[in-house]
């Protein structure tokens, strides 16, 4: 069965599953977003980095820490990387379009300094951009997948993951999910509706290793799945991850991952 080795873990409330409060709800009061804290990476590649981008590399950094495994230990083609999101990537356009295009339209002639500048930033505006820079820095020339939704996509991620293991396509597998909020929380406060409060921020990546028949599909709700959104808040994609890391925490040898997305439910189980 395909194992977890680790799973590195930010969120709104802290860093790993010590600083998820007894009741998110509670300990968020009126926020309707939760923000993370912005990791201090150094280096002159991550001065234009945004911020979900940064919160992609300190994720893996504190996976590989969890799983007690040197960067040495994931470089190269033996390494997947399968990233999964709903919202990451929207902070980055919403930077882009409204806070660029304003500054364009000033200049007559041609591009404005700042207008030159935001064009620096479009490559940030796709979703790709968070595993192209967790893949930079850490080295990884493997397999490479990118899903696009909330927690059941995760759960998929998971099993792409695992595919990959067992078809001895990799050795190793990161699933990396992040999630963020604030730059657009007016465009979620219009969809609140679909996403119940608070949203956390987030950032989780896990370390998955070995193979063997999968035991994946469509799922129901779980008590774990429970305790995710009570401790953790709405954390979307990153929501299986943080399950993962509870039942890691709890000691749990084996379990069964569950994630919803618009009506939809999928479940994994896997080693931990």
Same mark, same amino acid.
């Given at each position: 069965m395909?194992?977890?080795?680790?799973?590195?873990l930010?969120?709104?409330?802290? @860093?790993?599953?010590a600083?998820l409060? !007894?009741?998110? &709800? *509670? +300990?968020?009061? =009126?926020?309707?977003?939760v923000? /993370? @804290?912005?990791?201090?990476l150094?280096? !002159?590649?991550f &001065? *234009? +980095?945004?911020? =979900?981008?940064l919160l992609?590399? /300190? @994720?893996?950094e504190?996976?590989?820490r !969890?799983?007690?495994?040197?960067?040495a230990a994931?470089?190269?083609?033996?390494t /997947?990387?399968v990233y999964?999101?709903?919202?990451a990537?929207?902070?980055?356009n919403h930077?882009f379009i409204?806070a660029?295009?304003?500054?364009a339209?000033k200049?007559?002639?041609?591009?404005?300094?700042d207008?030159?500048?935001?064009a620096?930033y479009?490559?940030?505006?796709a979703?790709?951009a968070?595993p192209?820079e967790v893949?930079?820095?850490y080295?990884l020339?493997?397999?490479y997948v990118?899903?696009v939704?909330?927690?059941?996509a995760?759960?998929?991620?998971?099993w792409q993951a695992?595919?990959?293991l067992?078809?001895?396509?990799?050795?190793?597998?990161?699933?990396?999910?992040v999630?963020?909020?604030?730059?657009?929380?007016?465009?979620?406060?219009?969809?609140?509706?679909t996403?119940?409060?608070p949203?956390v921020?987030?950032?989780?990546?896990?370390?998955?290793?070995g193979g063997?028949?999968?035991?994946?599909?469509?799922?129901?709700a779980?008590?774990?799945?429970?305790?995710?959104?009570?401790r953790?808040g709405?954390t979307l994609a990153?929501g299986?991850?943080?399950?993962?890391?509870l039942a890691r925490a709890a000691g749990?040898p084996r379990?069964?991952?569950t994630?919803?997305?618009?009506?939809?439910?999928?479940?994994?189980?896997?080693?931990?």
């Open positions: 395909t194992r977890v080795l680790g799973v590195g930010l969120t709104g409330w802290g @860093a790993g599953v600083a409060p !007894e009741d998110a &709800r *509670r +300990a968020a009061g =009126e926020r309707r977003v923000t /993370a @804290a912005t990791p201090p150094a280096g !002159e590649r &001065r *234009r +980095a945004t911020r =979900e981008c992609g590399v /300190a @994720a893996v504190a996976a590989l !969890e799983s007690g495994l040197d960067r994931i470089a190269g083609p033996r /997947a990387l999964v999101t709903a919202a990537y929207g902070a980055s930077g409204v660029g295009a304003p500054r339209a200049s007559e002639g041609g591009l404005s300094g207008a030159r500048g935001s620096l479009f490559p940030y505006t979703p790709s968070v192209a893949a930079i820095e080295g020339t493997g397999g990118i899903l939704g909330g927690a059941a995760a759960v998929d991620a998971l695992g595919t990959l067992t078809a001895g396509r990799a050795d190793t597998a990161l699933v990396l999910a999630e963020t909020f604030e730059e657009c929380a007016a465009l979620w406060a219009r969809g609140r509706w996403t119940p409060r949203l921020e987030a950032a989780a990546c896990a370390v998955l290793r063997g028949e999968l035991e994946y599909g469509p799922g129901d779980s008590t774990l799945e429970t305790l995710v959104a009570r953790a709405e990153c299986p991850l943080v399950g993962l890391a749990a379990v069964r991952v994630g919803r997305w618009r009506g939809r439910c999928a479940q994994i189980a896997l080693a931990t």
